[in-house]
C-alpha cells in the first residue's frame, strides 16, 4: 500500500501524511475564559419606554409585568403546519348524520 499524502491549506502543496500539521483554532493570548456581560448598548424597553444598559434589569421588568423575552428566531414567525383531514373520519360522520336523519 502506498504512502498517504495531505493537502496542506497553509503551504498550498500536498504533503505527506506523516508531516502534516493541524491547524490550531485561533485563540486569544489571554489566559482566561469567555464572559458574557450584563452590560449592553442602550436599548429602550418595549414595555415602559424606558432606556436599559443592563440585561438582567431589563429582564427584571419583563418578569415583573408577566412578559416573556424571545429572540429574533424566523421560526417563531412562521404559521404551525395545519394537520391532515381525516377523510375517513369525516365520510364515517356524514354517514352517521345521514342515516339518523333518515
Known amino acids: 500500500m502506498g504512502e498517504r499524502f495531505i493537502w496542506d491549506a497553509r503551504q498550498e502543496r500536498v504533503v505527506p501524511a506523516d508531516e502534516y500539521q493541524r491547524p490550531t483554532p485561533a485563540r486569544s493570548s489571554i489566559p482566561a475564559p469567555m464572559i458574557a456581560s450584563d452590560c449592553m448598548e442602550p436599548v429602550q424597553s418595549m414595555l415602559d419606554g ?22 429574533n428566531d424566523p421560526a417563531r414567525s412562521r404559521p404551525a403546519a395545519k394537520p391532515a383531514p381525516d377523510r375517513q373520519g369525516i365520510r364515517q360522520s356524514l354517514q352517521k348524520a345521514v342515516a339518523q336523519v333518515s
Do not use: C, F, H, I
Not at 50 to 55: G, H, L, Q
Not at 60 to 68: K, L, P, Q, W
Open 50 to 71: 424606558r432606556m436599559y444598559d443592563s440585561k438582567s434589569r431589563l429582564r427584571e421588568t419583563y418578569r415583573a409585568a408577566g412578559m416573556v423575552e424571545v429572540g
